[in-house]
């Protein structure tokens, strides 16, 4: 079975860093591209981020770039969102999903609704 599990959310103060991993098992998770997105209290859910399977191209949400860092060790099964520079509007729920397989479209991998298998969240909160 496909699986996907969030971890390395917390507090953090503004200016500050955190690591997020999703630990990926249950498919050839080379072949995949991962995405990570989030979800702060009363809005859509939106993503941050996403790493293409194979050649490993990266996009991000604007209002992220040049903060946050998207990864994957394919050895090890596992994608990493490294965030610096937080700000409390970072404040969310952080999933990471596995995109529908061939989709190599930057604006389509940023949309939910082409991802099939999400995992179930942690959350980050960045305090003033």
């Known amino acids: 079975e496909v699986q996907l599990v969030e971890s390395g959310g917390g507090l953090a103060q503004a200016g500050g860093s955190l690591r997020l991993s999703c630990a990926a098992s249950?498919?050839?998770?080379?072949?995949?591209?991962i995405g990570w997105f989030r979800q702060a209290p009363g809005k859509e859910r939106e993503g941050v981020s996403c790493i293409y399977g194979g050649d490993n191209t990266t996009y991000y949400k604007y209002s992220v770039k040049g903060r946050f860092t998207i990864s994957r060790d394919n050895a090890k099964n596992m994608v990493y969102l490294q965030m610096d520079s937080l700000n409390p509007e970072d404040t969310a729920v952080y999933y990471c999903a596995r995109a529908l397989p061939s989709v190599r479209n930057g604006e389509s991998l940023m949309d939910r609704r082409y991802y099939d298998y999400w995992g179930q969240g942690t959350q980050v909160t960045v305090s003033t």
């Open positions: 249950g498919f050839t998770f080379d072949d995949y591209t």
